[in-house]
């Protein structure tokens, strides 16, 4: 990446925290619009986030041949995927083990036989985190 795209993407990360919260603080300062600017701050940082995550996997096809670059792309890629099965499934089983360890928490208190059965289910939702990091694994040995 040359220096001007790293200056723009640090110009774009700050500005993407400073214009949301300065629509905050101008207007009226609600719980509603609060809500809408962090919703927008967290849109605009994490989608520059990607963007730069891209372009620093893609490599300069006038300094190396199409074939590199064409590889080159494709393990920067390939990185991304790895990190996304992570990432995505991790968030996906902790939404699964807070709605499962919640209503288990109330099942044993009513019934502390019922212990067995709902770890079984909480187990259950965990083993989605372990799945996506498994196949992250697979990713990148693929990629090696």
Do not use: H, W
């Not at 190396?64 to 995927?81: H, N, P």
């Not at 079984?120 to 697979?138: H, N, P, T």
């Amino acid at each position: 990446m040359t220096l001007a795209i790293k200056l723009s993407i640090i110009a774009a990360l700050i500005l993407s925290i400073l214009i949301p919260f300065g629509y905050f603080l101008r207007g009226d300062r609600t719980k509603k619009r609060y809500k809408k600017s962090l919703a927008y701050n967290v849109l605009f940082f994490f989608g520059i986030f990607v963007v730069a995550g891209v372009m620093l996997f893609v490599s300069n096809p006038v300094q190396a041949a199409q074939a590199s670059a064409d590889s080159g792309m494709s393990t920067g890629l390939g990185y991304l995927a790895a990190a996304l099965s992570t990432g995505l499934s991790c968030v996906g089983g902790g939404i699964a083990v807070a709605s499962a360890a919640s209503a288990a928490l109330g099942a044993i208190s009513e019934d502390p036989s019922a212990l067995g059965k709902s770890l079984i289910f909480v187990g259950l939702a965990e083993g989605v985190c372990l799945y996506g990091l498994i196949i992250s694994f697979m990713i990148i040995g693929k990629l090696g």
